[in-house]
């Protein structure tokens, strides 16, 4: 003990140096932050949403909503196709991943399947097969989706959701917006600091589903389906106004999909509109839409099954460019811009949770927590200092220094947040902290009693203490762990806090005591162990 | 150094019969036990809406101001969402409960969108009081609910189920059923301790009996330890005596350490704000009980199941736990 190892001696000051740096941004300014050199570590302690204040939202991709959709949309190509090739049909039965089409004249079933193949098209960019039609009896066609298909359509609608709800929340200036993955179809999206979290939801929940579609004007046909009959190719809709009945053809003639750009234009009377252009695609078929047959007709533009607009077509249209008017103001107008040069969510997002605390709120947090944590720390050197007297007593308030130090540094250099009960685990940190110490103080009084001298007691102390330490401190861990697999935002925090704690309290408290006291045992030479019992001493 | 008053917190060696009162120490457990369950399901836990499903919002005007509660309530009670609690709080920044602040707690039926709902909460309370800051809104979708209160049971079984692999496999199987008997009934106790104050159940709940958990664990393994050493040390002392030894032996740095943790959360509890005050409550309600169930739950389950002995492994005979049999 009194031959003190020396890497003790360095590994403790390696731990203060790296602690003091990283620590050390915590009390700077953000200017002063940026003048540092680039090989200083810059980043302070990340606060938990409960401390900084902001939004937590978890999103749920409605996969299901989204398949209904898609199949929605295979039922109408199977239609379409089926008309035009003027193939007779019983029926087009819905059913999980496709439709299956009855024929009216089994003997087209071998030409019927060949224009269903070829709507089904080939491998997509990534080679995957999305859609396939096959036989099934001897008058029937199924067109589906491909197992394949099936089972990749969850994870992409995840992947694109969180692509298009990034694009989003950016176009709404929001800083520092973590947009995660959470199991298999979930999303969580955490935007710090005064941000609206109104707005947020507003944005996130729109799908943006922009479609153009045709209207059907025939006056016979509309007060059909206003009687309830309507046709099973079209659905009902209302007008812009909200009142005016519109009868749209099922069938998407372009989509969002196709869209390149869209940006707030003014029309010809000065007021706010949303011009937009298409690309390849998307204006071939605009100008299939537009040409000469369908003059005079009518198409609907539908955001999110809202019918915004519902324009003659004049002329054909070729560029694939034009103007979406409606009674919008400037800020809606830009609004539904961003929303459609973010793209579309592949499926509706429901708010499953979400959790905002405004900045003040968390600010009161941050102070009652400080405040708490000062006291509670004061209580543990007073008590400390009571029991073991200033030597011993000052040794292990050296330790809870260091301590400290190390977990603001190591949460810094790992990014881990405080949370609100992060603090508490902080608190409770440094009460457990001494217990090391008490262990070791503890033990050596034990050994004092039991006649052993000075430098030998001391010595027992710190080695049967170990043992000890270690275990009950592995019992922590393993509370902490299982907080952090299960726990979830400030839970984790909290596990975090008390898993960093652990370590550091261990390392600072048995190594500073060893250190400080085998000093102290050198220059010092004491007769007897300050912390022992009168009574023992002979 | 010699005018400094050390603390002696106990005489140097105390000699404590503790196994002398285990029984009276059993019967009370039990009978806390038994009521802490009990109160679990009558009245039952006091569910925060991590594990209900549900909405909180915090609404506040500023300082001096005061929220007309009746109409709050009234305006979103005609809205038709079922149950609306409102309940009004200390402001946060003096702590001063004037009227200004209150939390409303509300369903979403099954069936409603919730964003909607929580729309027409919100505008029908702009409705009925006028203006005000929402500080926190906190809105959990059934579904979720229902996941968190899942793994939260998930994480208290498998903590339980962790330390007595971990005692079991550091120390001996009957170490083990003694550590989490005490762990069990230090849970149980903490439950009945969150029914009695009416605290909200939520998983900052989860977090700190978690917590309570590794604490106790803690205390129980000193206590452990030092019994398994004196065991060895001490071959041929009656087990009752060695368990007794170990105990007072270990009582110094037992009281030290939990009478440090008690008064630093006791500061939290105080100071920390209301947020905390729930999980600090609990946390110290929990050291204290863990501190006596390493006492006088896990060391008398060793008693009553005996235990093997050194290296030898002579079996100590199981020991009657009778009153008044030993001075």
């Given at each position: 003990m009194v031959q003190q190892s020396r890497w003790k001696i360095i590994v403790l000051v390696l731990a203060l140096v790296f602690g003091v740096l990283l620590a050390y941004p915590n009390v700077l300014s953000q200017s002063q932050k940026d003048a540092l050199p680039g090989w200083l570590p810059k980043n302070g302690l990340s606060l938990g949403l409960d401390l900084q204040g902001g939004s937590y939202l978890l999103l749920e991709v409605d996969v299901p909503a989204m398949r209904a959709k898609r199949i929605d949309n295979m039922v109408e190509d199977a239609r379409v196709t089926m008309r035009e090739g003027n193939f007779a049909t019983n029926a087009f039965q819905r059913e999980e991943g496709g439709v299956v089409v009855t024929l009216a004249?089994?003997?087209?079933q071998d030409a019927a399947l060949e224009a269903m193949r070829l709507l089904a098209g080939g491998p997509n960019q990534q080679g995957v097969q999305e859609r396939a039609a096959s036989r099934l009896g001897n008058d029937r066609i199924r067109y589906a989706f491909t197992d394949q298909a099936m089972s990749a359509m969850a994870a992409t609608a995840v992947d694109q959701s969180i692509e298009v709800v990034r694009r989003r929340i950016d176009s709404l200036g929001t800083r520092e917006t973590s947009i995660t993955r959470q199991g298999a179809d979930r999303i969580v999206v955490q935007a710090p600091g005064e941000s609206d979290p109104a707005a947020l939801e507003r944005v996130i929940g729109q799908t943006a589903q922009l479609t153009f579609q045709m209207v059907e004007d025939d006056p016979e046909l509309i007060n059909l389906a206003l009687q309830?009959?309507?046709?099973?190719d079209s659905v009902l809709m209302v007008d812009q106004d909200g009142v005016t009945p519109l009868l749209i053809k099922k069938r998407v003639l372009v989509s969002g999909e196709q869209l390149t750009r869209a940006s707030v234009d003014s029309d010809q009377n000065g007021r706010p509109a949303i011009g937009f252009r298409f690309d390849g695609v998307g204006a071939r078929r605009f100008a299939a839409a537009t040409a000469s047959e369908n003059i005079g007709k009518r198409f609907a533009i539908i955001l999110d099954n809202r019918v915004i607009s519902a324009p003659n077509i004049i002329g054909t249209i070729p560029s694939g460019q034009g103007q979406i008017t409606g009674n919008f103001s400037i800020a809606e107008a830009s609004e539904m811009v961003n929303l459609l040069n973010g793209g579309a969510l592949p499926a509706p997002l429901k708010v499953e949770e979400r959790r905002t605390v405004s900045a003040e709120l968390g600010q009161d947090a941050v102070e009652a927590g400080a405040l708490s944590t000062a006291i509670g720390f004061v209580i543990i050197v007073a008590f400390m200092f009571l029991t073991y007297g200033f030597l011993f007593g000052g040794v292990s308030v050296i330790g809870l220094l260091l301590n400290g130090l190390m977990i603001v540094a190591a949460m810094s250099l790992t990014g881990a947040s405080l949370t609100l009960p992060g603090i508490a685990g902080l608190i409770l940190t440094f009460a457990v902290a001494v217990d090391a110490n008490v262990l070791i103080y503890e033990r050596m009084r034990d050994e004092a009693r039991a006649g052993r001298s000075v430098i030998a007691s001391m010595d027992a102390g710190f080695n049967k203490a170990m043992g000890t330490i270690i275990d009950a401190n592995l019992t922590s861990l393993v509370a902490a762990g299982i907080m952090f697999v299960f726990g979830a935002g400030p839970v984790r925090g909290f596990a975090w806090t008390l898993t960093i704690g652990v370590f550091t309290s261990v390392f600072s408290s048995v190594l500073v005591a060893q250190v400080l006291l085998a000093w102290w045992l050198k220059s010092a030479k004491p007769k007897k162990l300050p912390i022992a019992d009168a009574e023992t001493v002979k | 150094m010699t005018w400094w008053p050390l603390i002696k917190v106990l005489p140097q060696k105390t000699n404590l019969h503790f196994v002398k009162y285990a029984r009276y120490a059993a019967v009370l457990s039990v009978v806390l036990c038994i009521a802490s369950i009990v109160s679990c399901f009558y009245p039952g836990l006091n569910l925060g809406i991590d594990f209900r499903g549900g909405a909180s919002m915090e609404v506040s005007k500023p300082a001096g101001q005061t929220i007309d509660f009746d109409a709050l309530r009234g305006s979103v009670n005609d809205l038709d969402i079922g149950d609306v609690g409102v309940q009004g709080i200390a402001r946060?920044?003096?702590?001063?409960?004037?009227?200004s602040t209150a939390i409303v707690r509300f369903q979403v039926p099954e069936g409603r969108d919730q964003t909607q709902v929580v729309q027409q909460v919100e505008s029908a309370i702009t409705q009925a009081v006028g203006e005000v800051r929402y500080s926190g809104v906190e809105v959990v979708g059934s579904k979720v609910s229902g996941e968190l209160f899942t793994s939260g049971l998930l994480a208290l079984g498998s903590a339980i189920v962790l330390m007595f692999a971990y005692i079991w496999f550091r120390f001996e199987p009957q170490f083990g059923f003694g550590a989490v008997a005490g762990l069990l009934h230090d849970v149980i106790l903490t439950f009945g301790l969150i029914v009695l104050l009416r605290l909200e159940f939520s998983l900052n709940m989860v977090a700190a009996i978690l917590t309570v958990i590794g604490y106790s664990m803690n205390d129980t393994v000193v206590v452990f330890d030092r019994l398994r050493e004196n065991l060895r040390k001490y071959k041929t002392m009656p087990l009752r005596d060695v368990i007794d030894l170990s105990l007072n032996e270990t009582l110094t740095r037992t009281i030290i350490t939990g009478v440090t943790a008690v008064m630093v959360l006791a500061a939290l509890a105080v100071f920390g704000g209301e947020a905390l005050r729930g999980f600090s409550l609990a946390l110290m309600f929990g050291i204290i009980v863990g501190t006596y169930s390493s006492i006088y739950v896990g060391a008398p389950i060793i008693l009553l199941w005996g235990v093997k002995r050194g290296e030898i492994g002579e079996e100590a005979k199981p020991v009657k736990l009778g009153m008044a049999s030993r001075p």
């Open positions: 004249n089994p003997a087209q309830g009959s309507v046709p099973p | 946060r920044d003096n702590n001063i409960d004037d009227g």
